[in-house]
């Protein structure tokens, strides 16, 4: 363990990009580091807490085969599943019904706005020695994207962050917009297979000028429901007091890392525990333990 975080610590010696903001309610989170992702997880793009057996689900984004791995608590991948059905396009996200152990992967990464075959696919969380199993698929548009591409300020259908939410997935925009227009939006999606057009149901305004500081790239609410984690490269929004799933309505503190990398992925172990991962960059990706500060009652 010590030896992986002497490598992380040597790798932050190179510096990736830095933005200071004024933000509302500001605060710290301090991320301490696990381990340094295995080789062949360096693109790693979605991760869930699998509490029943303390391990993490992840993936790899575009170009990687349709397979998920179950890693330990020292980064030892403990099992690698093929996805029936399924193909990666541009996965970018994991969500997880913990009540029945449905899990969703996201294959909705659009960098260029231009993609027509949006999907989620749906199946079992993986349980034992199982090496394959089988998907059901939501596919689903915008219903607010006429264009593919469209024009540069109307670049808002990039997504890399989703949870789940009483049958229905809720997706946060990667908004690539030109210039920034600093917001990005939630839509809904049934949760069950079929073809829809998506519901925008709110909008939140992230801020900023740079929107590779300010996009946002995973998100995840807590086990209890009661906080919603949206992940940038450099910050935390944190949504609170809010009635679900009218998520971006309730109150919100913005926490800022000591670091700012390129960071793909965030789930929580409790309420105020969480992990976050960041994939291969000026260096080897890694996974990191954090605390949320107390944000409300």
């Known amino acids: 363990m010590l030896g992986a975080v002497e490598n992380i610590i040597r790798v932050f010696g190179y510096t990736l990009w830095i933005e200071i903001l004024t933000v509302f ?10 381990f340094l992702m295995p080789a062949v997880l360096e693109e790693n793009s979605g991760l869930v807490w699998d509490d029943e057996h303390q391990t993490f689900w992840t993936h790899n984004d575009s170009g990687d085969k349709a397979r998920l791995f179950e890693v330990d608590t020292t980064g030892t991948i403990l099992n690698e599943v093929m996805l029936n059905g399924a193909s990666n396009v541009d996965w970018e996200e994991l969500a997880l019904d913990r009540g ?5 992967v996201g294959d909705f990464g659009n960098n260029r706005n231009k993609r027509r075959d949006l999907c989620i696919y749906k199946l079992p969380l993986p349980r034992g020695s199982e090496t394959e199993v089988t998907t059901e698929k939501i596919s689903f ?14 670049k808002e259908f990039d997504m890399e962050a989703m949870v789940y939410w009483n049958d229905s997935l809720y997706l946060f925009s990667k908004n690539r917009t030109e210039p920034y227009s600093g917001y990005t939006k939630m839509y809904r999606v049934p949760a069950q297979p079929g073809e829809y057009v998506a519901e925008l149901v709110d909008s939140f305004a992230t801020g900023g000028t740079y929107y590779m500081a ?11 429901g009661d906080r919603l984690a949206l992940l940038n490269n450099g910050h935390l929004w944190v949504f609170y007091d809010f009635e679900a799933p009218r998520f971006l309505k309730g109150k919100a503190r913005k926490f800022s890392f000591e670091r700012t990398t390129q960071k793909e992925a965030v789930t929580f172990r409790n309420d105020s525990l969480l992990y976050v991962s960041e994939e291969k960059s000026s260096g ?3 996974l990191y333990q954090g605390v949320i500060p107390a944000v409300g009652p």
């Open 214 to 224: 300010q996009w946002i790239t995973a998100a995840d609410l807590s086990p209890s």
């Open 25 to 34: 309610s500001p605060g710290t989170i301090g991320l301490e580091p696990q």
């Open 284 to 286: 080897p990706g890694a």
């Open 100 to 104: 029945t152990n449905t899990l969703y």
């Open 141 to 154: 548009s915008y219903p607010d994207q006429g264009a593919y591409p469209p024009e540069g300020r109307k």
